[in-house]
């Protein structure tokens, strides 16, 4: 295909993935026309997500949801519960959820992303009043990272760890087989209301991230550790993504960036699925409005708030394991307004102001806060030698090969 599509729409779209999708289908029901480029854009996104239940706009309906944990369980030192219902995103019920029938929705790579049009790789040309860019993130390199390896396990064989309607959303007990002077990752484990438990080691923060072989090692141990013994054929998926992509400028007449380009990704939880789904209207309104919706989005108090969770990254990103725990349960023994504001709040500045520093200041020993403001070992993990794939013996309930059945959901994934 190519030539022009139609005349000029109000809006063009570039990327179909949850943020963008969102972005055209809440366009459409605020009545204005929609162009809609993504290569493949009738594919069901790859990754599983999840947020918190509050933060999901009120038009996302309940079908949405695929699983409901309503006091995900923390492990610091002691088990800790979030009194906060959260939730597993059904990927079907949330694209069904922003249906895109009245949007013009082409199949094509776009090359060319300006103001007020795009050139597609095969010469189409789309004109718009206004273009997003929600083409997701590109390679973190030596950046601040997210990195998870996840597998999916029946959820008769995961029982001994998650019961159902249970939920670890960070795992930190001393089951994964990593010492205390590696670098540290935690598991996260929920059912996903579909038969399946998915149990992911991450890690948050470090500099280039860390490798896929290494946290499934990792995983398989805690699985062990449990008496969990897996067959080597589950199906697996795989994060690597950079946790620092700032907000954009504001400014008129340029393309918007919108979703995890856009600076909505959360620094801290990697998340950034269920903010953009809050911040679409504010997007539109704008748009109709005939103001900036940059500015709309990233308020002074919004850019405070992403400033302070990127300084909570760098904290994150050179702590040992003993520190994160410590670290933890002093953040999970906050008060709950100070945890929203932590976790998701797009610009709750002073409840999470108040967070980092009582966070920082009831985190026991004393002297460990130095390392987490950054006085101390600010490069502690850089260049982590974390080995060869397959080389390490040291995981004991590494019973299955671990590379071979990696499905893959980030291209850009590499030797990660
Ligand atoms: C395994 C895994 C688990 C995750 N879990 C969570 C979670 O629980 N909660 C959460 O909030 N986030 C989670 N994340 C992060 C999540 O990936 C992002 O939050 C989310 O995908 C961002 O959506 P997006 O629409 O901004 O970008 P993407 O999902 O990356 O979508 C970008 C879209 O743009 C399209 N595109 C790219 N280039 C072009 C081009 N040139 N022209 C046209 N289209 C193009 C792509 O085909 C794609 O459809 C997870 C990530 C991974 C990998």
């Given amino acids: 295909m190519s030539g022009r599509v139609g005349g000029a729409a109000d809006v063009c779209v570039v990327g179909l993935g949850p943020t963008g999708r969102a972005l055209s289908h809440r366009a ?69 959820a922003m249906p895109l029938d009245d949007a013009t929705v ?52 995961a029982a001994p760890m998650v019961a159902e309607g249970e939920g670890l959303m960070l795992d930190w007990r001393a089951e994964n087989g990593a010492g205390a002077d590696e670098p540290p990752s935690f598991l996260y484990a929920v059912p996903l209301g579909d038969g399946t438990v998915i149990f992911e080691e991450t890690s948050l923060g470090l500099r280039g991230g860390m490798p896929q072989h290494e946290l499934r090692r990792r995983t398989l141990n805690r699985l062990a550790a449990h008496g969990i013994r897996l067959k080597g054929d589950e199906p697996t998926e795989a994060a690597h993504y950079p946790l620092d992509d700032a907000p954009p400028k504001a400014g008129r007449g340029q393309v918007i960036p919108f979703g995890s380009r856009g600076g909505m990704m959360h620094p801290i939880t990697g998340y950034c699925v269920a903010d953009s789904l809050s911040q679409v209207d504010k997007a539109v309104a704008a748009l109709q409005g005939g103001e900036d919706p940059i500015e709309a989005m990233w308020s002074r108090e919004a850019r405070l708030v992403y400033w302070m969770r990127m300084r909570g990254v760098y904290g994150l990103g050179r702590l040992t394991t003993a520190q994160s725990i410590a670290m933890f349960e002093a953040f999970f023994t906050r008060p709950p307004r100070q945890q929203r504001a932590l976790l998701s709040s797009h610009d709750d500045y002073t409840a999470l102001g108040a967070a980092l520093f009582m966070t920082v200041a009831t985190t026991y020993p004393f002297h460990w806060r130095y390392d987490l403001v950054g006085w101390t070992n600010r490069n502690r993990w850089v260049d982590w030698d974390y080995g060869r794939p397959g080389a390490d013996t040291r995981g004991e309930g590494a019973t299955v090969s671990p590379e071979s059945d990696i499905r893959r959901h980030e291209s850009s994934l590499g030797d990660f």
Avoid: M, N
Avoid at 55 to 74: C, F, K, T, Y
Avoid at 117 to 139: K, M
């Fill in 28 to 96: 459409i029901a605020a009545g204005l026309t929609v162009v809609a480029v993504d290569p493949r854009p009738e594919r069901l996104w790859g990754p599983t997500y999840s947020c918190w239940i509050d933060e999901l706009p009120e038009w996302v309906p309940r079908s949405a949801i695929a699983s409901r944990i309503e006091r995900p369980a923390v492990w610091t030192s002691r088990e800790l519960r979030i009194e906060r219902p959260y939730c597993v995103l059904s990927k079907q019920g949330l694209r069904d």
């Fill in 106 to 157: 082409v199949a094509g790579r776009a090359r060319i992303v300006q103001p007020h049009r795009v050139e597609l790789a095969d010469g189409t040309e789309v004109r718009a009043a206004a273009v997003f860019d929600t083409r997701g993130q590109g390679s973190p390199g030596k950046r601040r990272t997210a990195s998870a390896h996840g597998i999916f396990v029946d959820e008769d064989i």
